[in-house]
């Protein structure tokens, strides 16, 4: 089974408050990305776990937090969601050394903030 | 940063015909080089790759690679209705950490 499932969908929420969005993976792959993407845009890399290690990249790193409780599950949290935030989150997974970098994506959540 | 740029934005063919994608790359470590299929509403999944120059064909699908000139495409032969998706190409250094650059795709439309 190579599903990635994210959880919820689609996700309404107020500027402010607070967002977070589930990833899971039940293919024991070390790595769980998260990307952005909006519409005629390319995913943009937030972050990653590589195992227990969190990566963030340098232009998104105050914005977002992850959690990885355990090597199947990894989420996504935004602390005080703003509109620039609408967009499409993908979740993707991959093992180290196994087809050289194939990611594993979920179908994402679409996260509308108003 | 790497950036990828991807041509045409868009395309409309009919069935049967060739289309070609196009990608091109700035990072010139870059070693790994993949192309990506999203059907609407669904994932996006892998759908071919590679690693050196040269080409490689899988079914109706070839991609092709020339690292001098950072230039990466894709080519589906007799194309199909269900080919209709949009097409992300990506590329990446290869290294552990598997992290890759998405370019903004090509949303290709195959008329019956």
Redesign the interface.
């Known amino acids: 089974d190579t599903t990635?499932k994210q959880n919820p969908r689609y996700k309404l929420a107020r500027v402010g408050k607070p967002v977070n969005l589930i990833c899971s993976q039940t293919m024991n792959h070390d790595?769980m990305y998260w990307?952005q993407k909006k519409p005629?845009?390319?995913?943009k890399?937030l972050l990653?776990y590589?195992d227990k290690i969190l990566?963030r990249e340098a232009d998104t790193f105050e914005k977002f937090q992850s959690s990885r409780p355990n090597n199947s599950f990894c989420s996504l949290y935004i602390g005080s969601a703003g509109l620039e935030y609408s967009a499409m989150y993908?979740c993707a997974s991959?093992r180290?050394?196994g087809?050289?970098?194939?990611?594993?994506?979920?179908?994402?959540t679409r996260l509308l903030v108003l | 940063q790497q950036k990828v740029q991807q041509s045409p934005e868009s395309l409309i063919v009919p069935e049967g015909a060739m289309t070609s994608l196009n990608c091109t790359f700035s990072d010139s470590a870059s070693q790994y080089f993949a192309w990506y299929r999203q059907h609407s509403g669904k994932a996006p999944k892998a759908l071919m790759s590679i690693f050196s120059n040269g080409e490689k064909e899988e079914g109706r699908f070839t991609i092709h690679l020339n690292k001098a000139s950072l230039h990466f495409s894709l080519h589906i032969r007799d194309s199909q209705p269900s080919d209709s998706a949009l097409y992300l190409c990506a590329g990446g250094r290869g290294s552990a950490l598997g992290r890759l650059h998405f370019g903004a795709g090509t949303q290709l439309i195959v008329i019956p």
């Open positions: 990635v790595t990307y005629n845009q390319a995913p890399l990653f590589y990566n993908l991959s180290t050394g087809a050289r970098g194939t990611q594993y994506f979920g179908p994402g």
